[in-house]
């Protein structure tokens, strides 16, 4: 394996200036179709760090986080990405670390970000593993998934298909490879169903995808149920005992900052609604609750709104 990349500390010191910019900068690297190029977080563990901004044209979609885990007997690739151009993109990327094969994609959930990409490695021959849950988001709603992605990436849109996961599991699934242990994990309901966790227990590195945010707003999706995630989070989660996060979205990070940046913001959203119902306030008026705290935070303006109003939805019945 290549030593190229930077380290877990040197790559959040170079990245935390420029953490807050990006929905000012169209690109970080013009040259592919990813929105970054890979940094090695820990020995053996890449990461190409999405935008923490909304899909677009310029970002190709890549606004969340696509990993790799460089094994002695091949390679562990996480979240198909958002189109087949952006997969390839990727593992060209993976080409020029290793000359280890890709073994296996594993989709975080069923979003079009995470698994829009499988028919890339489909064709390669590679198995794709997700949650059950997940996949069943894929086979009822896929091509809903795949018209969305179309209307924002036009002609970078094309070849890409529907294509669900060969592999599901339902609790754990050990994907462990050339002398590295891989847990695959559904810790519990999170921000999207069959949220999948890949846990790396002898290097405590822990690839969170979407129960785990950083830098960016988590979005609270229709249906959803913040009281679970937290529980999630707060409980199988932090006992994993992690030191190093790569969330689903933002820069890698720990445990503390994904806990202040999620839950944190869960708890104090959910704080505040379940006051305005306290006295007697409506659905309106909850778009209007104070989170100028988080304000701070990407997609802030997108979500903020949104988030308000679909917790008060999920409060009112509680």
């Known amino acids: 394996m290549k030593t190229l990349g930077l380290s877990f500390t040197a790559a959040l010191l170079a990245t935390a200036s ?26 053996g563990v890449w990461s190409a760090i999405g935008a923490t901004a909304p899909p677009t044209y310029e970002n190709s979609g890549h606004n969340n986080n696509l990993s790799f885990i460089v094994t002695g007997e091949g390679v562990v690739v996480i979240n198909g990405g958002a189109s087949v151009r952006l997969a390839k993109a990727l593992h060209d990327e993976i080409k020029a670390v290793t000359d280890q ?5 594993i989709n975080e959930n069923g979003q079009g970000h995470a698994v829009l990409g499988n ?16 996949t069943a988001v894929v086979v009822e709603d896929g091509d809903f998934i795949l018209q969305g992605m179309e209307r924002y990436n036009r002609d970078k849109a094309e070849g890409t298909r529907v294509v669900p996961a060969n592999l599901s599991f339902s609790d754990t699934y050990d994907a462990s490879m050339g002398g590295v242990t891989i847990e695959v994990l559904h810790l519990g309901p999170a921000h999207d169903p069959g ?3 890949v846990w790396l227990p002898e290097q405590g590195m822990v690839i969170a995808g979407d129960l785990a945010f950083h830098e960016r707003m988590p979005p609270i999706f229709e249906g959803i149920c913040t009281s679970c995630w937290i529980e999630t989070f707060e409980g199988p989660f932090v006992d994993l005992g992690a030191t ?9 990070t720990n445990m503390e900052m994904v806990t202040i940046e999620t839950v944190g913001y869960l708890k104090d959203l959910r ?13 309106a008026g909850a778009y209007y609750v104070d989170q100028s705290a988080w304000e701070y935070l990407d997609t802030f303006e997108e979500l ?15």
């Open 195 to 197: 949220d999948v966790q």
């Open 244 to 252: 190093y996060v790569i969330p689903g979205h933002g820069h890698p």
């Open 101 to 105: 094969p890709v073994k296996l994609v």
């Open 18 to 43: 420029a953490a807050v910019a990006h929905d000012d900068i169209a690109d970080l690297y013009p040259q592919s179709e990813l929105y970054a190029k890979p940094v090695q977080v820990i020995p």
């Open 271 to 283: 704080e505040k609604i379940g006051a305005h119902i306290d006295e007697g306030g409506d659905l």
């Open 304 to 318: 903020a709104t949104k988030n308000a109003g679909r917790v008060y939805e999920e409060m009112e019945w509680e």
């Open 119 to 134: 028919a890339y490695w489909a064709d390669l021959g590679v198995d794709i593993l997700a949650h059950e849950d997940a």
